[in-house]
């Protein structure tokens, strides 16, 4: 397993832009699919995005498809996740998650590490 630590959430208003990140520690980041969700209040958590291992393929909920963008850097153990165009709706803590298995990608169940968490707030 991995450790994971998420950094770079905040305050924007909307229409506007973050970049959070995600640092792994451990050993062997690079066997790891990482994956993006998000839970809002009163909500249950939903997949945002994942990357396989090598960062060739990518997949994205409809929802931020086309606003998000998830990226990894294997030598520096960080995965990270680019949100343009942010609206209140992608309110929410943010968490990233790490799992052996591509198929189980947008299940949360299927991640066996998880990070604490970052709060973004998208103000209209």
């Known amino acids: 397993q991995v450790q994971l630590v998420e950094s770079g959430g905040g305050l924007v208003q909307a229409g506007g832009s973050l970049r959070l990140s995600c640092a792994a520690s451990?050993?062997?980041?690079?066997?790891?699919?990482m994956g993006w969700f998000r839970q809002a209040p009163g909500k249950e958590r939903e997949f945002v995005a994942a990357?396989?291992?090598?960062?060739?393929?990518?997949d994205y909920a409809d929802y931020v498809k086309g606003r998000f963008t998830i990226s990894r850097d294997n030598a520096k153990n960080t995965v990270s996740l680019q949100m343009n165009n942010l609206n209140p709706a992608d309110t929410a803590i943010y968490y990233c998650?790490?799992?052996?298995?591509?198929?189980?990608?947008?299940?949360?169940?299927?991640?066996?590490?998880w990070g604490q968490g970052t709060q973004v707030t998208v103000s209209s």
């Open positions: 998650a790490s799992t052996r298995a591509w198929s189980m990608r947008r299940r949360g169940a299927g991640y066996d590490s």
């Open positions: 990357i396989r291992e090598y960062g060739v393929y990518t």
């Open positions: 451990g050993r062997a980041f690079c066997n790891y699919v």
